[in-house]
């Protein structure tokens, strides 16, 4: 298997990648995930070959231009100083993206034949629910979720403040089982406030074939292929993740882990 973490460049490539995550690097089939950065008046060309995008500013804004539009998203000085905007692109959309000072963007993706058409989601469109509650609450940023079209993806953010616990009880989505619970792969791509600080992220499952409790830094990818996941961030630091799922069905449906799942009642 491979490492279930992935680590930001120091210094972007030429054409502004950070960190990639490609079906075949994580050893899985859906779920695609990269993080650019640019300068300012910065340009990159892409094209989603075969796949569908979910293009979120996480610092930063940017006008992107392709044949159906021109759209400028994002704005916010951090992925903690306001609520994200997103753009979604189906497959075959070849785009370009120019910053206009410094930005940080994901690329979200996942394999399609016909996606959507583009459409762009604005921060006052964002509805922010508050999931959870002690030491347990955070705040939920839901972008593409299943009230937004697409074929396969699904990205959501999550403000986890310090001291408390995220995507928690622990819960897993790893077998295809409609209703009850559906296949997604899932990458987080966490920030944390401030940088210096970590965050604790353990990936296991029922019979402990897996079972990894990993240290995660500012601008590091953690692969879920399978099991539950919960997230830990330490007192006196806040924690940041963008979640990107994907499966053979577009559908979030979980099973939490019955050891604790008392913790909702």
């Not at 979200?108 to 508050?130: K, L, Q």
């Not at 999550?158 to 077998?175: E, F």
């Not at 879920?224 to 990107?244: E, I, K």
Request: proline share 9%.
């Amino acid at each position: 298997m491979p490492d279930l973490i992935v680590k930001s460049r120091n210094e972007p490539a030429a054409n502004g990648s950070i960190l990639k995550v490609t079906p075949r690097s994580a050893g899985w089939e859906y779920v695609g995930f990269e993080v650019l950065k640019l300068g300012a008046r910065g340009r990159t060309e892409r094209r989603a070959e075969g796949v569908e995008v979910c293009l979120v500013p996480i610092s930063g804004g940017c006008t992107v231009g392709a044949d159906a539009g021109s759209w400028w998203i994002g704005g916010r000085e951090s992925p903690f100083a306001g609520l994200p905007s997103a753009l979604y692109l189906p497959p075959g959309t070849e785009y370009r993206v120019e910053s206009e000072g410094e930005l940080e963007l994901a690329v979200c993706s996942a394999p399609a034949e016909r996606g959507a058409e583009p459409f762009e989601v604005r921060p006052e469109e964002i509805e922010v629910e508050i999931r959870g509650s002690g030491n347990m609450e955070r705040e939920i940023r839901p972008i593409l979720m299943q009230d937004r079209p697409a074929e396969r993806l699904l990205v959501v953010e999550v403000i986890t403040p310090n001291g408390h616990w995220s995507s928690y009880p622990p819960h897993k989505h790893d077998r295809n089982n409609p209703p009850e619970e559906t296949y997604l792969e899932e990458t987080y791509y966490h920030r944390v406030r401030p940088e210096k600080g970590f965050a604790l992220q353990r990936v296991y499952t029922e019979d402990r074939s897996l079972d990894e409790t990993l240290v995660v830094g500012d601008g590091d990818v953690v692969l879920v292929p399978r099991g539950y996941h919960p997230v830990s961030a330490p007192p006196g630091y806040d924690l940041y993740y963008l979640n990107v799922m994907a499966g053979p069905v577009r559908d979030w449906k979980f099973r939490n882990d019955p050891d604790h799942e008392w913790l909702l009642s």
